[in-house]
């Protein structure tokens, strides 16, 4: 009997505990093929069910790192030419492609997928205008067409996903052939979203890639609020608004990924009330200032933007995610067999407590915590279910 028997022995569709996540960076920038994810992904294969699965490399197009490389998934050949007149004056297109593919791969039903090396035509004063340029034309393609839709939009990144098993979409996507210094990887089991190719992880904006295992019940006070900040969810899953947050709290509002994830997997009131003055004050503006970010619901999240990993769960840690670090490489993923199956010399293994991000950066040496943060000391000593 296998695990996802066990997990499911009633009979229900649903397996509310399944997904895989993997993700690695090294901090040296050194660039690694993709066969370490792959392998790491398709050893926790019984946590997807076929219907989604993905990869997002960081450092994979060396020659063209200064284009966005905008990837679009399209129904048909005259969607695809509807979305290259969009983006021929939006854009200046130094490049594009249809996605190289192996078509013997067992994948079925693909899209077209082609890839459009760009340089925004009317953002001239500096990345961050550019960037918001950028974001604004993913979302209005995204909005205004039916039959096609950008899925990957950052520099120097590339997103492989789709409707299939690891292994499937490793093969189809050539993955194995891309190199790159941060690597996340994905396997689907989808309970509340369908599953199709548009819904597969990662999801993404700008250099911003989200994996995610678990449900977001908050999910449509989560939508309402980045609407009101120009973001539009149209891939219909929920895991689409950590992407959109991630950018908005770090690119946007300038806030810490440890500050971003007191927004997310924010403290308990309780919890709160019992910090140091200062913690406590800290706490208190940014759950009064962000409180409909608060993503409730069991969750994991591999969050990646250029330089950077970070490993994030819910609150009360509803769902599985062990770090582990090796040399000047840190792994996060759901579970510790698929780093020791790619890693045989890991240094260090740790179970993060809820809402406590692990962060990964390039030129920084990764650290294991050496001692039980006094918040998540005081909750394991006094419990609470709130």
């Known amino acids: 009997m296998s695990w996802s028997d066990l997990e499911n022995r009633y009979g229900d569709d649903r397996v509310s505990s399944a997904c895989g996540l993997f993700g690695f960076i090294d901090t040296t920038g050194e660039r690694h093929d993709g066969q370490a994810a792959i392998s790491a992904l398709t050893s926790m294969k019984e946590r997807g069910n076929g219907l989604g699965a993905g990869y997002a490399v960081y450092g994979c197009y060396p020659q063209l790192a200064e284009a966005y490389a905008l990837h679009v998934m399209c129904r048909t050949e005259d969607d695809r030419n509807e979305m290259a ?72 990144l590339g997103m492989f996903k789709g409707v299939g098993h690891p292994e499937e979409i490793a093969e189809y996507f050539r993955v194995a052939d891309y190199a790159g210094y941060l690597w996340t990887a994905h396997n689907r089991f989808p309970t509340n979203t369908p599953g199709w190719w548009g819904g597969a992880h990662p999801f993404g904006l700008l250099d911003w890639s989200v994996v995610h295992n678990g449900e977001i019940s908050s999910y449509g006070t989560n939508r309402r609020y980045l609407e009101t900040k120009g973001y539009h969810c149209t891939m ?31 403290p308990l009131w309780n919890e709160i009330e019992v910090l140091p003055e200062e913690e406590q004050r ?66 260090a293994v740790w179970t993060p ?34």
């Open 85 to 156: 007149r969009y983006l021929a004056g939006a854009f200046e297109i130094v490049h594009q492609e249809p996605l190289p593919v192996h078509s013997s791969a067992g994948v079925v039903d693909a899209p077209l997928i082609w890839r459009f090396f760009c340089v925004p035509r009317q953002a001239d004063d500096g990345d961050k205008d550019a960037d918001e340029y950028v974001v604004r034309a993913v979302m209005t393609a995204n909005t205004r067409m039916e039959g096609a839709y950008v899925y990957s939009s950052g520099k120097n």
């Open 236 to 266: 219909r899953t929920d895991t689409e608004v950590m992407a959109y947050a991630a950018d908005l709290l770090m690119r946007r509002h300038g806030l810490t990924p440890k500050q971003a994830a007191l927004v997310m997997a924010s």
């Open 282 to 347: 800290t706490c208190q503006t940014i759950r009064q200032t962000y409180g409909p970010l608060l993503m409730n619901g069991p969750f994991t999240v591999i969050i990646a933007r250029s330089g950077e990993l970070i490993g994030l769960g819910d609150r009360i840690r509803l769902r599985p995610l062990t770090a582990a670090i090796a040399g000047p490489m840190l792994y996060v993923s759901s579970e510790i067999a698929a780093v020791h199956l790619i890693e045989r010399q890991v240094e």
């Open 353 to 386: 407590f809820g809402g406590e991000p692990v962060i990964g950066r390039l030129g920084e040496v990764p650290e294991c915590p050496r001692a039980v943060p006094k918040r998540v000391a005081r909750i394991i000593e006094e419990p609470t279910y709130g």
